[in-house]
């Protein structure tokens, strides 16, 4: 039998099974882009609110069911980029591409933690401990 013939009887062979459920692939819904315009970083725990002209996300034809979720779920609590990440089921990076999308749109802003040198000394803290303890 030929190699021709051969691979003619052959089922075609999928590298996916009907449980696996529809396969997406996180460069299609940004676009191919693995980061966005914005020059922000976006830390894992930097914090997603929306803006006041996201009130209506719908409203904007070009945002993808993504974009537009993501507005939806930080309206009534903020949420940080890996729970949104979590919560959407989609790698990190893709939420950041989203969300730096989102940001140079205006819906939504991102408050970011505040770094560790720019936090009170322990002794500092530690004396106000005491001084209320004083009182």
């Not at 904007?60 to 507005?71: A, F, G, N, R």
């Not at 936090?119 to 004083?134: K, M, T, W, Y």
Request: with cysteine; aromatic share 2%; proline share 10%.
């Amino acid at each position: 039998m030929s190699d021709s013939a051969h691979y003619a009887q052959q089922p075609p062979h999928h590298w996916f099974d009907a449980e696996a459920g529809p396969v997406v692939r996180p460069y299609a819904m940004t676009r191919g882009r693995t980061t966005s315009g914005t020059r922000q970083h976006l830390d894992l725990i930097a914090l997603v609110v929306p803006e006041a002209a996201a009130d209506d996300p719908g409203r904007d034809q070009s945002l993808s069911p993504e974009h537009v979720e993501i507005v939806e779920r930080c309206g009534d609590i903020p949420q940080s980029i890996a729970e949104l990440a979590a919560t959407l089921d989609l790698p990190v990076g893709v939420v950041r591409v989203l969300v730096g999308d989102l940001l140079e749109d205006a819906l939504v802003h991102v408050t970011r933690p505040v770094p560790p040198a720019e936090l009170p000394d322990a002794s500092i803290l530690q004396e106000v401990i005491n001084g209320l303890r004083a009182l």
